[in-house]
């Protein structure tokens, strides 16, 4: 693919995954821009023409999603961007939390035009009359849009820990602790009103109901980890889950059965997103070298 050509195609993911949590979506509304890209005559800016087909297709593409997920089973989560290199340091601090599990679902009470107005303005920097322009909107409008978006996740909103290695170490101490059924290890390392998201959309097992609270939470994950040593044919692996420390949990041939990603603050784990669900991870590609797996998607971010 042509450079200029990658590029493009790299912005259109990058806004189209955080308008719909959804890789397989996000590809398909990228491929459509695209085509209508190599149709159309007279592009002087390729990159601002993106933008706006990319953004409109997927705010058509997020009100059929929304219908479906009113049917959806348990808990819907957005799929995992797995990426086989650590987290590094970002430039655009906004732009990496924008991929985190946490904004993500957040996102999910707005409306299709107030995400599109809160994300090109908030996380793509897009000033207003731009904003405008893409949403076909007046610019009194857009800021309307992004305002009352402001204000529906303003309560929502935690920060967590940036700090990547002690995020490592917490989660490798956590998990080791669920792997020996170690109770007062767990709840030590969880913040007391800390919950579990499990995706599995129906189709495998999983949680239907957020877990909430410390011994809960603790109980669930060691009961995990002891299914999984039952079954004795999967391992974990580190990974990068949404530009944050995560696991990944891959059989023999090393496919992908479930994706760990938590939300840290304050030395203890907040928020536990476990994805389950096989249509969510089939996008993720694993390369297998002398029987180590390292997860890679390929997406830009």
């Known amino acids: 693919?042509?450079?200029?050509?990658?590029?493009?195609?790299?912005?259109?993911?990058?806004?189209a995954y955080r308008m719909l949590g959804s890789?397989?979506?996000?590809?398909?509304?990228?491929?459509?821009?695209?085509?209508?890209l190599s149709r159309a005559d007279g592009v002087h800016?390729?990159?601002?023409?993106m933008t706006t087909v990319t953004t409109r297709l997927a705010i058509d593409h997020l009100r059929l999603a929304r219908v479906r997920r009113e049917t959806y089973v348990g808990p819907w989560l957005p799929d995992p961007i797995v990426d086989e290199s650590a987290p590094e340091p970002s430039a655009r601090a906004e732009l990496a939390e924008s991929l985190s599990q946490a904004f993500l679902v957040m996102l999910e009470q707005l409306t299709p035009?107030?995400?599109?107005?809160?994300?090109?303005?908030?996380?793509?920097?897009?000033?207003y009359p731009d904003v405008a322009r893409i949403l076909d909107r007046s610019e009194a409008s857009?800021?309307?849009l992004v305002a009352r978006a402001r204000r529906h996740l303003r309560d929502d909103h935690r920060r967590f820990d940036a700090d990547t290695a002690r995020h490592e170490e917490l989660l490798d101490r956590f998990i080791g602790a669920a792997e020996e059924g170690d109770l007062d290890?767990?709840?030590?390392?969880?913040?007391?009103?800390?919950?579990?998201?499990?995706?599995?959309?129906?189709?495998?097992a999983a949680a239907r109901k957020p877990i909430r609270g410390a011994a809960r939470v603790a109980r669930f994950m060691a009961g995990v980890a002891r299914l999984r040593r039952r079954s004795g044919d999967s391992r974990m692996t580190a990974a990068t889950v949404n530009g944050r420390p995560g696991l990944v949990e891959v059989n023999a041939e090393g496919r992908p059965l479930t994706v760990f990603s938590a939300d840290v603050a304050d030395g203890r784990v907040q928020v536990l997103w476990i994805m389950r669900n096989?249509?969510?991870?089939?996008?993720?590609?694993?390369?297998?070298?002398?029987?180590?797996?390292?997860?890679?998607?390929g997406h830009e971010h």
Request: net charge negative; proline share 4%.
């Open 142 to 144: 857009c800021r309307q």
């Open 1 to 15: 693919m042509d450079a200029d050509l990658e590029a493009l195609r790299r912005h259109g993911f990058a806004v």
């Open 278 to 297: 096989p249509d969510k991870l089939a996008h993720i590609r694993l390369h297998v070298t002398a029987g180590e797996p390292t997860p890679s998607t």
């Open 185 to 204: 290890a767990l709840e030590a390392l969880l913040a007391e009103d800390a919950v579990v998201y499990a995706d599995g959309g129906g189709k495998v």
């Open 23 to 36: 890789v397989a979506d996000a590809e398909d509304v990228v491929q459509e821009a695209l085509l209508r």
């Open 113 to 127: 035009l107030e995400r599109a107005a809160f994300l090109l303005r908030e996380v793509f920097d897009y000033d």
């Open 45 to 49: 800016e390729p990159l601002a023409w």
